[in-house]
């Protein structure tokens, strides 16, 4: 069992998960099994870590910036590592309070996509150690590829006829480019 069951374990503590990380009530969220999250889900499912919400700063509907790198890269949410998300989303965040508009261009000039020693997982690696948006990342995260959740209903934006708005993100496991 993973260090993150404990959020998510009963039908309160999903609500009070729910709550703390301000999921809307029209996405709904279960906790998954490993075997579960290795099935392909369809395209109005998501699989992703639940340490992706916990410390990767994913909030739901998910960022522009973090479906355009995904949907760049060619990865599911399931694919990258919880600094992956640190990254993208304190780029975002950046983006927010200071005005700031970088995006993928910046992303890729100073960070290059790596796989970890397992070739299961993909994390953005500094070019430069002296050029970095993101500082003071974990150093690992094992353990924290155990908890999954399934994510369903308004995680991407779509318009009126149902259509997803903007960068269309892969779902099932891929191969980067």
């Known amino acids: 069992m993973g260090r993150f069951r404990r959020y998510c374990n ?6 009070d998960f729910k709550s703390r990380y301000k999921i809307p009530d029209n996405i709904a969220t279960e906790l998954a099994l490993v075997d579960a999250v290795r099935e392909s889900p369809g395209n109005d499912t998501l699989h992703i870590l639940i340490v992706a919400v916990i410390e990767g700063g994913v909030r739901f509907p998910l960022a522009p910036l973090l479906r355009q790198v995904l949907a760049f890269y060619r ?3 399931m694919q990258v590592s919880a600094n992956f998300f640190c990254v ?5 965040t950046l983006n927010q309070m ?7 261009h910046d992303i890729h000039h100073l960070y290059s996509i790596s796989r970890t020693k397992d070739a299961l997982t993909y994390y953005l690696k500094s070019r430069d150690s ?9 150093d690992s ?3 924290d590829d155990d908890d999954f959740l399934i994510v369903t209903g308004n995680f991407v934006p ?3 006829d149902g259509r997803v708005i ?10 980067p480019h």
Do not use: D, K, Y
């Open 158 to 160: 779509r318009n009126e």
């Open 130 to 138: 002296r050029r970095r948006l993101v500082l003071e990342l974990p």
């Open 10 to 15: 009963t039908p309160q503590t999903m609500a």
């Open 98 to 104: 200071l005005g700031t508009s970088l995006g993928l």
């Open 166 to 175: 903007g960068f269309h993100m892969p779902h099932r496991f891929c191969t």
């Open 75 to 77: 990865l599911s949410p």
């Open 88 to 92: 993208v989303m304190g780029i975002n």
């Open 141 to 143: 995260a094992r353990g």
